[in-house]
């Protein structure tokens, strides 16, 4: 059982709480980027992978085994990854399944599409509320994960 994070997109305060979380269990965390992200935690390996396309994301696809959990905010790299098998949930708390990936990926061509025509809102901030939807999902996962492979 590994806990990998999609560092680069990742907020500091999810993963200090996923490598605190990772060394109270004596669970390996790994931070996948292609650069060195800076934390003030110990007890995680940062994997930096090329500086190309897609890098990360496949170091990510081509490191997980079922009993793992991804944390990352990339929609492509959550299908890639559901469809593994592997259980992912980004940074607010929310799980992606084989039953709403679909779902996720047209939303995120739509709205693609509506950024090119001009029309994008502002991107919201990270507040205590994703942080807290986000610890509860990871909590459950993670407590599900335990219960089936160890």
């Given at each position: ?13 999810v993963?200090d709480?996923?490598v605190?979380y ?7 965390v790994?931070?996948?980027?292609n650069k060195?992200?800076p934390?003030?935690?110990?007890g995680f390996t940062m ?5 190309k ?7 990510i696809v081509?490191?997980?085994?079922e009993a793992?959990?991804v ?13 593994k098998g ?10 992606f ?5 679909q779902?996720k990926v047209?939303?995120?061509?739509m709205d693609?599409?509506?950024s090119?025509l001009?029309y ?7 507040s205590h509320k ?6 509860k999902?990871?909590e459950?996962?993670?407590q ?5 492979y160890r």
């Amino acid at each position: 059982m590994t806990i990998w994070i999609d560092a680069d997109s990742c907020p500091a305060k999810v993963r200090d709480f996923v490598v605190n979380y990772g060394n109270s269990y004596s669970i390996p965390v790994h931070f996948v980027a292609n650069k060195p992200i800076p934390s003030n935690s110990t007890g995680f390996t940062m994997i930096v992978c090329e500086q190309k396309k897609d890098a990360a994301d496949d170091c990510i696809v081509d490191g997980t085994q079922e009993a793992d959990l991804v944390i990352t905010r990339d929609i492509l790299l959550a299908e890639r990854l559901v469809k593994k098998g592997i259980r992912v949930i980004n940074d607010r708390g929310f799980y992606f399944t084989v039953d709403n990936i679909q779902k996720k990926v047209e939303d995120r061509l739509m709205d693609l599409q509506l950024s090119d025509l001009g029309y994008g809102g502002a991107k919201n901030g990270y507040s205590h509320k994703h942080f807290e939807a986000f610890a509860k999902c990871f909590e459950t996962q993670m407590q599900t994960l335990m219960r089936l492979y160890r």
